[in-house]
């Protein structure tokens, strides 16, 4: 309990020290504002406190170097609740009072979804850390941008990984009902006749699901090469387990995507197993800077960051460099025109970072293979796979309306 | 029947009967409750999650083993259970409508405790999974059944058939059921009344807890179960008849299996109305529920 205790506790510390200070060495200067909206309570606490986590370790870093244009970067952390007229009431807060330079913060799409109504209409710059729904960055989209690449991407980037490994391969896809989750299959359903995939059974799941152990045995009976599994929650791990009760091997597994806590919950017993992730310590391409903000954030946390806290972490950096391409820190439009042409690369792994003309990123995926988990503390993983892709390479925001 | 047939049909089975154990099970302990004190619970999703979650602090963070977890949750959720029947169930004993009183409090309480697994738990993980009771699987046929879920299923009966076998024939279960059909008349007879109240409250509550451990032993689960739990609960209760733990058992299988078949024949998402369906129509029948007291 200690250990839950002081994460907690480190946890409200950094929120609390993210809305409060201005570091020693640009002290004295405005601080630039940027408001961040996250959920600090309701069900996606759990990936706004580690979003928080990762952002202060960068604004720490920024401010430590001398800031930005010799101003801190402060970045006011607001709870969304996890509800969307929660996260627009502090936007409108924000912008109106607090006079923000910019927005960012969610990580549900949802909540992302109505912020992005109010930054487009408002013209306020907003960047979304982790958020997949395509329709963020729907044509015409001008002020906002995606950091994550988009959900029904990632079922590409799954297809592209099968036919790699095994051309004409069965693939049986068992998903909650969850915008993220159809999104992702909406993906996997278009690409895999292009990638001669054959799905042999697609089972959907409603929210509130706890058990798949019939559907486990329908799956099994359908005898796929591949079991694609995303469920909401908790229940990705059922369904993971009851798939791996009944027979079916640990390497015909593929997750979409992994975070920390999940691998955990996977446990041991899916070493073998195929996971999409966007940042992860066992990455081949980790930089030095991506190194050392894993054992950091690995020292203070008691577990290694995966790709939320990573977007996180990038965030503050991507706000440092288009407001010193835009030469001012008080002039929206301009950083909106210095994000829309930003050409870098993310500091801890170096992969690309550039929008495309509604604001999706460059989009990119890496595969990795559990090869063990060490209770709830470690685990190691391998890179199998990697991939970068155009965001319009299918027709996302016609498939995931 | 081929191998894939026997498969499915197995996995329908075994998918009924956990589920409807531990669905009558939890039903049980809201119906003990609201038979008897007239207490409708809202909290009992909340109380079923702080069991689950307790466990999974022994276990994560402790290193207990499940079983001691179990105990360890059982023996805290008894204490707890008297403590907020002495602080705040018992005030309300004699009061008038006290139905809508309790229903009240109770809602304050799942807001509370909402509040606190949300600074919580929800910051420690977005999911949670208890260890094994016992390693190893169980071949039926080609159907593997893990040991540990045959343990959660083997327990969840047998507590039912405890439960019945309790108020069917022992002194308290006659009290309790003469306090369920006429307060006034079981007083004149000599029944302590007040003490049954408290009885049942504690009785039903850690039926409620052990619901939670083994649902956490079963399977992996978040902070949303406590909302599916308790509108489960209640439903049961209300088809069962409230204050019948024979309906509970009987409606809590029903579902269990319902689930389970029309996930088969039409979708998993049929299956989660499909019994909510059941359960109007079952009402426009009998309003008063199968095995009206």
Redesign the interface.
Known sequence: MNIKLKTCASAIALAAAALCTAPAAAQGARPIKIGFVTELTGPWTFFGTSCVAGLKFATDEINKAGGVLGRPLEFIVTDNQTKSDQALAASRNLDINDKVLALSGPTSSDVALAMYGYAEQQKLPFLVPVAAFPQLTKPGTRYTFRIEPDAAGWGYAMAKYIEQVKPGAKVALMHSDAALMRAIMAGFRYQAPRSKLNIVADIMFPQGSSDATVQAAQVRAAAPDYVIVSGAGAFDNVITNQLLDLGIKPQQIIHPYGITTQVFGWGQRSVGSIYGTFFDAGLDTLTPAGKDFIARFDAANNRPPSYVENYCYVTPYIFKEAIEAAGTADDREKLRNALSALNTKEKTSGVPIVFDKNGARKEYMYFQEIVSVNGKRNYQSKQRFYIEWDPEVIPVYDLVK | MTD?QI??L???L??GL??GAIFALVAAGVTIVYGCVWLPNASNGQFFLLASLAAW?FT???GWTSLAAAAGVLILGTALSYLLEWILIRRLYDTPNRNVAYFVVTLGLTQIMT?IF???Y????????LPPVIEG?TMFGP????NNRLVVMAVSLLVLVLLFVLLRYHPYGRALRAVFQNREAAALRGVNVRAIYRLSFVLGSVIIFLGGIL?ALA???????A??MSITAFAIMIIGGPGSVIGALVVGMTFGFT??IV??FA???AA?FSYLGAMLIILLFRPSGLFKR
């Open positions: 894939a498969l499915i197995m996995s329908t075994s998918t956990i589920l602090t994560a963070s402790f509040g949300s600074l919580t929800a910051k420690w993980s977005d999911q949670f999974t699987i159907f593997p059944m893990p649902f399977y992996s689960y978040d902070l949303t179960v909302w599916t689930q389970a996930s088969i979708s998993p998402t989660t």
